[in-house]
């Protein structure tokens, strides 16, 4: 590449990286993963797409650094989260996003080093495991 690289050919040099980024549907250094692609350094995870040593998880979606989450999308350095968007070193979270630090939270959005949490509202332990039973079964969960 030289300096003089012209919008253009800067333009069609770049469309043509990400066909072949989107194209590449390897699983690079993973064992045991099933129905997975793109997926680097990961395993026994199923129907996954582009994760990064990621273990045990099953149709999680461009994340890295994760253990045994389910349904989430765009989650790092996660563990035993369910139905998660946009979350971050966080722990036991359902149906929550953009939390960063937060261990047993459910429902939540947008909150950072919560422990205990429905619907962003703090409860004691026991209140939290009661309450999270209750709406899991009707949920569904």
């Keep these: 590449m030289n300096g003089e690289l012209s919008v253009r050919e800067f333009e069609a040099q770049f469309r043509e990286l990400v066909a072949r980024q989107r194209s590449q549907t390897d699983n690079v250094g993973s ?6 692609s793109s997926c680097s350094s990961c395993t026994f995870c199923r129907e996954s797409e582009r994760l990064l040593r990621c273990h045990y998880c099953v149709r999680l979606m461009n994340s890295a650094d994760c253990s045994h989450c389910t349904d989430g999308k765009n989650l790092t350095a996660c563990h035993h989260c369910a139905e998660c968007e946009d979350c971050m070193s966080s722990s036991y979270l359902v149906r929550s996003i953009g939390c960063i630090g937060c261990t047993y939270c459910f ?11 429905v619907l962003n509202q703090p409860l004691s ?9 209750r709406l899991a079964g009707e949920l569904g969960l």
Aim: charge should be neutral.
């Design 107 to 117: 429902g939540c959005v947008g909150l950072s080093n919560k422990d205990f949490h």
């Design 31 to 36: 064992v045991h993963c099933s129905d997975c």
């Design 125 to 133: 332990r026991q209140e939290y495991f009661a309450t999270t039973r």
